[in-house]
Each structure stands twice: as structure tokens, then as C-alpha cells.
């Protein structure tokens, strides 16, 4: 029996063998371990080519294992006007390589408020995106675009942020990182039941019954401070509720993927989807 959802990391498993190495030994290693997703981290750029794209997509394909991509941190919704061409450029290529390399989500952090209102930023970014929307469904690519919610009160990325753009444009959808969630007061919130699960009847008001079947969720501990993010840590090193987190998407009938970025990615991917299993009673 399958499971509602889908583990696996951001950034190829850390024990990935160095033959054939890649992303390619990454997937192979990824599914050797019990693992059904991967995440690419091309966070620091999109330096691929169009053959180590098809050798991707082909080993994915084989191995069953769902794709998405982390595009590069320097993206920012709200750049300024002269450096927006260059700032997009970096979504749109995570996009048609993620897209070649058999990618069906591009996650993206949405950038920084600039000490601006919420809703005049959102004025500002919808308009971008949807216009890289737009030139990729041009291009035949259907890739959906998913704005990550971010650790820090400061960066454009609130739950709210997120839903609004994804409510506006049709192939935008929020990356939802619980950690980020709860770190960004910076005050230990988001981290019962009931938080968890006003989050995902948020998230399903907004944008339906159906996307509930479609969650990307990003997953670790995490410490943080008054301003909110400071690192990701282990799962046993944090204070998040995980289990109760895993009961809040049972109950909410949540399905998906859930990509781990803890410092030990594959350890604690695995631990998720034992908690998974356990919670939710799947797969025994
Ligand atoms: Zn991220």
C-alpha cells in the first residue's frame, strides 16, 4: 500500500556513494534506502545542461521517484525594477531545467518585504509571477511554481503571502515549511494542534478541497530568535512537535510530498516517514 505521501530530501541523501555520484547515484541511492522523492538543490545556481538533464529525468523515471527543484536563494519577487530581468532569470532557468530534468515543482524563496506592507508587496510580486507564468506556459512547460514560506517576519514568505499569490495565479502554489512556520515570530508559536490545523484549514479555504492532495512540504528542526530563522538542526535536537504536526496533516486528509532539510537529510526523512506510518497507521 502506497503512502499519502511521498519522502524524501533536499539535496541528494549525504551517504550517496560517490559512483556514479550526482544526481543520477542520488536518486538510485534515494530509492535504495526507502526514499521516493528528491528535491535538486540548484540553490546556488542552475548549472546544468540538457544531457545531464535527460539522465536525470530517465533515471527518475525508472526508479519512480518524484522531482522537484530548490532554485537559486538569490531570487527576489520584490527587486528592485532594474534588477527584476536578472533576479527572474533565476526562476525561469530552475524552471526549464528542472522541467527537462523531469522536475514537476520549483520551490523558491519569494525575497524580502524591504520593510514594506505586506500588501503593497503583494502588488508588486503578483504581477511577476504571474508573468513568468505566463512565458512558461508559452513554452509548453507546466511546472508549478511554489513560493516557500519563509523563517524570518522580515522576508516576503507569511502563510498569507504564499496562499494570496497562489489564490491569484492558477500554477502557483506555496511550498509549505513548517519549520519556517514556526520560527518566524521568533516566540515558539506554531507548534500545537491547534495552530497546525487552523494552518491547513487556511491553506484549504484558500485554495480547495483538491490542492490538499498536493502539499510540498519542507521538513527539520530548526532553531531560531526573536527575528526568527537562525539554522536547521536535527530532528531530535528541536522543540517542534513533529508528531503532533504529522497528526494535523491526518487528520486534515493531507497527502503530498515531505522533503527533509535537516542537517542529517536521509536519517531524519526516514524518521519522518517511520512517524508517518506510525501516526497515521499506513502502510502496516
Ligand atoms: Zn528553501
Redesign the pocket.
Known sequence: MSLSFRFGT?GSPTATPPRPGGTVGGIQYATSIGLDALELAW?NGVRVGEATCAAIKKTAEETGVALSV?AP?YINLNGEDEKWPRLRKYLMDAAHFGSLAGATDI???PGTYFGRPADEVLKVTIPRLQGCVDELRAAGNLVTLRP?TSGKAAMLGSLADTLAMAREIPGVVP?V?FA?LHARLGDGSMNTYDEWMAALDFYRQSLGDETMQHLHI?LSGINYGPKGEKNHLVMEEADMDFETLMRALHESGAQGRIMC?SPVLEVDALKFKALWMEVSGEGE
Do not use: N, S
Open positions: 533536499v540553490v530548490h536563494y520551490v523558491f524563496h516557500e511550498c515549511d519556517h519542507h532539510e
